[in-house]
């Protein structure tokens, strides 16, 4: 077999590939420019270059048919094609190192890209201890997500080694319509097949099942898989047939129910017999039953020959339905593959098996400039530096700076940002070369690489294609080639061939030698006591460590990206209907329309930006008007809109507050270090490929930081918007995953780097500064910093509990912002940012930018050459998902509407029994998350006062969201309206104030069917009414299951059912992905309990329920973290400080964190402690 796998190399097309044909293009070209007289010795070294002489007499003993391709030689795989490969593998082993079969097997599937991979006849036992690999570990997908499906005999457990077995693999991004409940294996359990299903659009579904018939076999009691078979059928279902024939039949019966649930079928097999003219061949292919073809024959119009390299009869094969279109088949020779039958190659038009084609991503290109590489700043500073004083970069800088005209310093500064930008560009590429990575460094490896470039050169020297021969000479001299040039093309070719071996054997074990070589320069540095190379070797080390541990741990526990580029997308038009747009064209024009052309102009709709305060104001207010509204001797009209004039009353009176530019513009050079020295360098950014490594690289350089510091400022001082910085990169991310509705799509704008460092400054720090510093923060934003997003759930949870222990009528409203930061306007934001000590200059430069905004697109189609901004009518408008100022920008708007809101007398009014300290909140916000409270405990309200006033806060809270641009979203809003029945026992009950809980009517949230119905304004002046939700009811705000009532008991849709399901689906991943202990115990510490511990201060379980409600999922875990399945339950849960297991115990976990809040807030006049207090 090893001569057949030599043979059958000639047919690879791999990218070792590229290279390989390089090297027999120009082998061959030199060949052809060789003399007459050489002729003989030219025939010699075609024959070494091919194969070598004792293998081609070996070969002769082998049929001709075996070692040719049965059709063409597979091309490479095009974006419209779905690959399959099938094999009888011979047997497979599930080591991972030191295993040569299993690296060939995995370098045919890098080679071919299949996009579905059969094989059978593995023989494993994949439920023996010695087997801890499965085919999700052998077969690791690398950057490609990964499916595997595997079947043995599992009521036999004979060995590691058993005979039979079958496995399907699936990649990339035929996933998407993989359907993990519609595939499986043979239901006997005898691994007869294993098959996967894929559903795609439009009904269209396709079933690849890979099939082993077992082989004839008399031996009673040997462990042929024929006799397992046999065994089983008599044991268990008393059946003396032939397990062929069952096999047979059981197949027939399977594929035709599949078929007639409307199904296409692809099915590969190894029959054990003649597929032409025995019985399983001519069962699929009968035109009155499954009506199937087989692909490689029919494809090339030529009946297959034997497929095993000992036989005379084509015994294995690939049948598809005929409405799956076969655009290529072939059958390779014997030895391509791994086993000793023949490989199948056929390709599927993709559109037949699932209805439409997967996107094929295109990647952002890699950058050059990274810091964490050695010396690569240092040579980017230098480049960059002498650019700078070789172009008086810092003479024209002064130049813009002393203009007087604000036209001409705009342009000054654009062209000076335009050479800047060229020449950050050309520094990069001079920073260091790139290299592929494919063999991991080590100087062995080293070695072998450098004798193969300069044999290449050698050949290349010999075509006449290289001319200076002392370089050649010098390098081939370097890597111990002596006397080069006098090498013959027989012996260059030779070493050639040998070099390239050497080269694949390092790319499969080159790990081993890179540790070995970098504990030797450990070595070398200690004992020159250099103590900061022994640090950088060190982090090496700990770094290579640490990333292949967490990639193992990661794809072992099958981690999901989340927020996937999207490609084709869906939109919905007027009637509610589905449109699919699948072309890059198309949906670049859809996300365009509903998001750029749509979500940023929906500001417009307000007050502000509407009749006479639109000319009065414009998109950023004149200094006049706004001055005037600042010192508050704006004249307001009569007809002006309520809740816009209170904003802007209310916005004159921070101003009284807060000093005016208080809040500058100023970036000098250290302040720019400060902010760049602690940026993440992997952050994408902009459209202009200026990225953040460009300026944390140019941190370490006082000129360069001179130079971008002020450039920024002297924007934001003269209100410039730079071109550059109006040129924005929108990357649509799923939100959940597999949803491809445009309206469902997360915006995230990329903006230049600069210019949103320069907004997290002056916004995200000295405007909030401002605001805490005049006392202007209040206790009902919980995204400030130094709160959290869990104290607004037990805030939530706390004011439930003081309902409960009052038993007076209270409600609360979750209102919901739509699209918060793309729906504000401009001059409304301007106004409120300048009352917050923000320079109108600086506020100008940012918001003039978003209003000449050109939106690219990136999508799984790549960037796009067109983009969408703004009309001659109507601007840009909103902050942008992505500015660095949308935070802050969102917060002070806030912060405004709260003080206008609150001062209505809206919220809820408490007092401490005792000490009758009276205290108010009015809602308890976070980002767009608005919980709107209220409850009087001042006097006795009845409930029809209560829900007056809940409706009059909604209905205040609306109409000042509209006057800033924004509105509320009526399908994420709901509200709990809470009171008390009595009974006449003294016991009491919530009152169920719905008329309707169930959720699924049609008629659910209508004014008719509720007895207490709420509504929410919208922009056009229009009503509509929220959901009303029974006290029992949990709903998920901030990230937490909470509800008036306090059930949690994990049996309805609440926190500890969250929990539940998350740990049972690590339960799942755990088992699947057969991790080591080690990887098991980091896992729950690092991956399962971040995950479910958030929230659990706001947790209202009984101890009880919180002890018991992981403890059968714990106990399935125990056996992979090496302990006894069988030990006592409350070992578990017990700390491995007790000699306990150490799995997080819910309880404990849960009082700790409620004991933490307590401590944090109590006596404190946050709104947590203001609960707490009474």
Known sequence: MNVLDKRARRHRGDDRGDAEMDDQALVEEVLRESSDGESSEVDVILNKFRIEQDEIRRLKQVDEYLLEVHGQVPNKKEDEVCRLIYENANSLNSRITGNDKLDKARQMIHELEPDIVAFNEHRLNLRHKDNKNGFKQMFNGGELDLRALAAHNIHENIGRTQEGGTALLAYGKLLEYYDAEGSGKDDTGLGRWTYMRFDGKDGVATVVVCGYNPCYNNKKESNTFYQQNRRYFINNQRDTCCPRVKFRTDLEKTLTRWRNEGARLIVCLDANEDIYKKGIGKMLTESNGLDMVEAVGDFTSRPLGATFFRGSKPI????????VAVVGACMMPVGYGIGDHRLFV??????????????????PKARRLNTNVEGCAERYNKVLEESIRKHRLMEKMKKAHETKSKRKAAKLLNKLDMQSKELMAQAEKKCRRLKSGLIPFSPEAVVWIKRCQVYRSILRWHSGKVRNRGNLKRAARRCGILNPLQIPVTGIIARLEVCKEKCNYFRRHGHKYRRKHLYNRLDVARDKQDETAEKQILAIIQREKERSFWRRLNFALRKQSKGRAVGPVQSEDERGRVIDHTSQ????????????????????????????LRGEFGYCP????????????????????????????EIAL????????????????????????????????SESGLHFGHYKAGAESDLISQFHAMKLSLALRRGVGLDRWSRGLSVMLEKKFGVRLVSKLRAILLMEADFNAGNKVVYGERMLDNARKYKLMPEEIFSEKNRMADDGALAKTLFYDVVRQLRVPAAIASVDASNCYDRVAHAMASLIFQSFGVADTAVTSMLETIQEMKFFLRTAFGDSQNFAGSTIHIKTQGLCQGNGASPAGWCVISITILRAHGKKGHGAKFMAPISHIRSRLSAILFVDDTDLIHINMEREEQLVETHEAIQSSVENWSRLLIATGGTLKPAKCFYHLISFDWKPDGSWKYADNSSCVDEDDEDYGSEEYQEWPLFVTLPDGSEEAIAHLEPNKSSITLGVYTCPSGVCDGKRKDSLAYIKEKVKDFVGSVKTGSLRRRQLWTSVDCKLWPSINYGLCASLAELATLSEVLIKEYGKLCPAGGICSKANREIRQLDSGFYGAGFPHLGVEAAVAQINKLLMHYGCQSAVGILYNL
């Not at 100023?666 to 760049?676: D, F, T, Y």
């Open 622 to 649: 004149p200094p006049r008007i706004a001055e005037s509204i600042l010192d508050g001797s704006y004249e307001f009209d009569d007809d002006i809109d309520p809740a816009t004039r209170e904003l802007l009353e």
């Open 316 to 323: 294995d094969a690939v049948w598809a339905t005929k409405d």
């Open 585 to 612: 064209a198309a949906a670049e024009e859809a996300i365009w329309n509903e998001v750029h052309r749509k979500r940023y102009h929906l500001a417009e709709q307000a007050p502000i930006c509407q009749g006479n």
């Open 346 to 363: 056929v390709d599927f038009m993709l559109s037949t098996m699932v209805g439409d084609a997967p996107t094929r991503v295109v990647r």
């Open 654 to 685: 921070i101003r009284q507050k807060i000093p005016k530019n208080s809040a500058s513009w100023l970036i000098n050079r250290k302040k720019w270090q400060q902010v760049w020295k602690k940026k993440n360098e992997a952050t994408s950014s």
